[in-house]
């Protein structure tokens, strides 16, 4: 390895200094890069108690003498850089040498590391900043780095630190990043004594997806390639269709450094405009390269963010990019189609078989051929007609068993059309009133869910075949601990090996087909802390507004019977003005707005 050199006050200068270790997965993160800068094919990580306790970071790099090992502990002292002009050719992720004193400065810090060629290994301990010793030590080539008691000589740092949970998870996504970015290289990581994932080398990027985020992710995206003067674009991005609640998937790396970059990642967002419905992230794990002097990677501390020095020629790449490879996907995908989503493939026209894996999504309205109706090949399902979707057939018309009011509060509204499948027009005394039909469905499901969730009568259908659903370990773990609240609420999953689940049972009112997109929505938001277990009323409700938003599906339109069951019915409900998410289900314009507008 080159020699480590303190950087001239000149040089160091000019570097955005600054903190960089902020929380434990900072430590792992500057630890796992300077693995990866030192040429390790295999790195093997562990922690224990979110980082609080220890980090551990071992490689089989090029290690270091002595000396440098003893220099590396200064500040700015560094082997990547001599000058800030090599910030313009940088092949590496360190460039500061500020990270290693930074850590010893806050925990106790011990190094052991060898380089080939020397008998002997190096061991130093450091505590809180200060040099305890430095001796001998025998250790294969390669460098391991521990560190334990992380802030606790700052406590108002350690006061900042969220639950042991949480900074798991940043550490277990810190370390994917980089297990992505070099899927050459070996990863262990090993957290309290459990292996999260163990990923060999790997040839391909897709591969190394498989491996620690599982082949059902694996399976939801297709590589991309694409090149222009000067820059290239590579990687795996999700099918049309296929998305998120959260942008923990929404991967990408510039220049092989995992970053946050506002452009790349509008750029993405904006590509899958006409192939996500609203509110949803692509999936992506984009590779974007291009000639080192156009980016900057020096604008924050911890090198999360960069600069492009052209940012519309970089956004206008990804975008072409990504979106021809979206049509490609897409064959024949009518533009005027006014589906939100655009699935890869048209829904099956009956839907005997989920087949396993499927990972399409559609959410809109299915074309009248795929509408389900009872009598479905799959299972007996003696719920469907009495939990039969809105407006079906007059036969299944029946509003909400409670909370029913008079139907002399259904207001008297005369049926005149409808538009584009999803307004329906009424004249009324007052002037006309235009329904918005999801909205209004919504809401109906919205007090009916919420109705059978706290009477505990979810009606519950045991699938034929269950539905297979792959979690990476951290989801895995928020799911394994909600399993009771779901049994509860008519899901019924099993744990089937390492980060596998089988829904056996669904609510009646899902179809198959959601099940394995709606639960990944739900572990997402049990993540993100929107449904949480603290109180239960607040998180059926919660429950019952996602199942609404993203899972209970709207029937066909019908005709005039259909309209005005659907009007008795959201009247009969406790808010008929809003959806659950508070927007409203239908606007009226009286006469004298009309004549307004008119001009009269
Ligand atoms: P930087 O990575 O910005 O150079 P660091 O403080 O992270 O700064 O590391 C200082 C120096 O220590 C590096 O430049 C490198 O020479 C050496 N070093 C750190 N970690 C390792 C490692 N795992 N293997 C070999 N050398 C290392
Ligand atoms: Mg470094």
């Known amino acids: 390895m080159a020699k480590v050199r303190i950087l001239p006050d000149r040089v160091a200068n000019q570097i955005a200094a600054g903190e960089v270790i902020e929380r434990p997965a900072a430590v792992v993160k500057e630890l796992v890069e300077n693995s990866l800068d030192a040429g390790a094919t295999r790195i093997d990580v562990e922690f224990r108690h979110g980082g609080r306790a220890l980090m551990r970071v071992e490689d089989n790099g090029a290690g270091m003498a002595r000396d440098d090992a003893l220099l590396a502990l200064e500040r700015h002292a560094t082997s990547k850089i001599a000058a800030a002009a090599d910030l313009d050719h940088l092949a590496s992720y360190g460039f500061r040498g500020e990270a290693l004193p930074s850590i010893a400065s806050v925990s106790r810090f011990e190094l052991q590391t060898r380089e080939s060629g020397s008998d002997a290994g190096t061991e130093i301990l450091v505590n809180g900043g ?69 990923s060999p080398e790997c040839s391909t990027l897709a591969e190394r997806v498989a491996e620690i985020f599982g082949r059902q992710l694996a399976e939801a995206v297709v590589p991309i390639e694409a090149a222009e003067p000067g820059l290239r674009l590579s990687g795996l991005v999700g099918r049309p269709g296929v998305g998120r609640t959260t942008r923990h998937e929404m991967i990408v790396f510039v220049n092989a450094r995992p970053v946050d970059s506002r452009t790349l990642n509008y750029a993405l967002i904006e590509s899958y405009h006409e192939s996500l419905p609203k509110g949803r992230y692509p999936l992506a794990f984009l590779f974007f390269e291009c ?86 090949a799959h299972g007996a399902m003696p719920h469907v007609v009495t939990q039969a979707p809105v407006g079906t057939a007059p036969a299944r018309e029946r509003p909400p ?148 938003a993203k899972a209970v599906r709207l029937p066909p339109p019908g005709g005039e019977t259909e309209m005005r069951a659907l009007v008795a019915q959201l009247f009969a409900t406790r808010s008929p003005l809003t959806n659950p998410a508070g927007r409203p289900t239908y606007i009226e314009l009286n006469h004298g707005e009309l004549s307004r507008r008119f001009q009269k």
């Open 130 to 198: 200060r040099l305890v010793h430095v001796r001998d030590c025998g250790r294969p080539v390669g460098t391991r780095i521990e560190v334990s008691h992380l802030f606790n000589s700052v406590p108002a740092r350690r006061k900042f630190l969220k639950s042991d949970q949480t900074e798991a998870a940043h550490i277990v996504h810190c370390v994917r990043l980089y297990a992505l970015a070099c899927p050459r290289t070996a990863f262990t990581l090993i957290e309290d004594g459990r292996i999260v994932f163990r």
């Open 401 to 548: 068993a409670s909370g029913a009011l008079p139907p002399a509060v259904v207001p008297a509204w005369r049926f005149v059309g409808l538009a584009h499948g999803s307004y329906v027009l009424f004249e009324t005394a007052a002037g006309v009133v235009l329904l918005d039909r999801r909205a209004a469905h919504e809401r109906v499901w919205f007090e009916r869910l919420r109705e059978q969730f706290r009477a505990g009568t979810v009606p519950s259908q045991r699938l034929l075949l269950p539905v297979p659903v792959e979690l990476d370990a951290i989801a895995a773990a928020v799911l394994l601990e909600r399993l009771d609240f779901l049994q509860a609420h008519g899901f019924e999953i099993r744990e089937f090996g390492r980060n596998f689940f089988r829904v056996e049972a669904l609510p009646a009112w899902m179809e198959p087909g959601d099940a394995e997109p709606f639960l990944r929505d739900l572990v997402g938001a049990f993540r993100e802390g929107t449904v949480s277990g603290r109180n239960l009323d607040l998180a059926r409700e919660e429950l019952a507004r996602l199942a609404v």
């Open 291 to 376: 000639d080192p002097a156009l980016v900057d990677v020096n604008v924050h501390p911890a090198k999360r963010e960069v600069r492009f020095r052209s940012e519309a020629q970089v956004r206008g790449f990804v975008i072409r990019s990504v979106l021809q490879r979206l049509r490609e996907l897409t064959p024949g995908a009518a533009r005027e189609d006014l589906g939100e989503v655009h699935a890869e493939k048209p829904a099956p026209a009956s839907p005997p078989v989920i087949p396993v894996g499927l990972v399409e999504t559609r959410r809109v309205e299915p074309p009248p051929a795929a509408v389900v109706v009872p009598g479905r």
